[in-house]
């Protein structure tokens, strides 16, 4: 679409969810499931241009946010006891664990290292033999075909002092588990652009066919706005589809080289998402003959358990059910400077985009 800031168009956008919320003859409640339209939409302010009777909660789409207290407390112990330099992207170092965040154990001289890619994981291994380094696999279908690639590459290479702590998780699998939570209550998903490049539109056919509306949308103003508005109008014709207006990035299939190296490394399987629960099949793991590279394998780690954050509303946030300001700690003790849960540290993460675009 071109012109993303045309006025006129955002209007006849607004004009269209209108008339879908009257002819459906109740209020509509759509949910993103992806932490960059949530940055977008707080930063457009749409929430406020949509009509009274149309909302758009957010739903479980950062990846950190939805990382279990475990897993961080599992790369902690790599850094700290095991003596491992533990690699992650920026986003996951400031998370806390149950009793420390990476950024904590590296004040008492845990090695942690910040990287823009697993490829620098790699390398850095690869220029100290003598040290394991274990990479912090983390995120949706989007990063896991690059880091499926250098899992491979360090397999062909025979990199044995370097491994990853797996964490990655699968998006539709999660909007199953919303739609299964009877105290969720959606009419539709705006689904998520930059996962939907790798795993294509068909990925979602399952969950329409459960009567759901998906538009898989892009990440400018006028993008959100047609997708919902195109959202609003299957809801209002009681119809529920796959919609793509997001076809200059996403096409049929998804990408079929990126899927195929995915599959080649991960294998499904059960994974713990914060505030949701264990989601069956929502996981990557290892396949068998890259077991040899799974660091909880190797140094005998627990990834998964229960999260304990008193005071914090994460979990409810994550499903849709409150709002950042819901929870009592916003904008209090809980700050980006001092987060008390995930939601505040990501840079995908609701509270973070409540609390930078529209602070207390």
Not at 129 to 158: N, S, Y
Not at 321 to 333: A, E, Q, V
């Amino acid at each position: 679409m071109n012109g993303f800031h045309d006025p006129k168009a955002a209007r006849a956008f607004q004009e269209r969810i209108a008339r879908s919320a009257e002819r459906a003859g109740r209020p509509l409640k759509f949910m993103e499931v992806c932490g960059t339209h949530t940055m977008a939409v707080a930063r457009s302010g749409l929430r406020a241009f949509l009509p009274p009777a149309v909302s758009l909660v957010s739903g479980p789409g950062c990846p950190v946010c939805v990382t279990p207290d475990a897993y961080i407390d599992a790369a902690i112990r790599c850094a700290l006891e095991l003596g491992a330099t533990v690699a992650t992207f920026g986003d996951m170092i400031r998370v806390p664990g149950t009793r420390a965040s990476l950024e904590g154990a590296r004040g008492r001289g845990a090695r942690v290292r910040v990287v823009y890619s697993p490829l620098d994981a790699l390398e850095g291994a690869k220029a100290e033999p003598d040290r394991e380094w274990v990479f912090l696999a983390v995120g949706f279908e989007t990063t896991a075909p690059g880091i499926a690639a250098t899992l491979r590459r360090a397999r062909e290479e025979g990199v044995r002092n370097f491994s990853a702590l797996c964490g990655h998780k699968t998006v539709p699998a999660a909007m199953h588990a919303l739609l299964d939570d009877p105290a969720i209550a959606i009419d539709g998903f705006l689904c998520p652009g930059h996962v939907s490049v790798i795993i294509g539109p068909e990925a979602y056919e399952p969950i329409a066919a459960r009567g759901s509306p998906c538009v898989i949308a892009g990440f400018e103003p006028l993008d959100i706005l047609q997708a919902l508005a195109m959202l609003a109008e299957q809801r209002a014709a009681g119809r529920a589809a796959v919609e793509v207006p997001y076809f200059r990035a996403v096409k049929p299939g998804g990408n079929p080289k990126a899927r195929a190296v995915m599959g080649e490394v991960f294998e499904a399987c059960d994974a713990q998402w914060r505030g949701i629960g264990v989601i069956p099949g929502s996981g990557l793991s290892l396949r068998e003959a890259y077991r040899g590279l799974d660091a909880a394998k190797r140094f005998g780690l627990a990834t998964e358990g229960a999260d304990a954050r008193k005071g914090c509303s994460c979990g409810e946030i994550l499903r849709g059910i409150k709002s950042p300001r819901d929870c009592p700690l916003f904008g209090k003790s809980c700050k980006p400077e001092t987060p008390v849960g995930p939601c505040m540290v990501s840079s995908e993460g609701s509270c973070a985009a409540a609390y930078k675009y529209a602070p207390i």
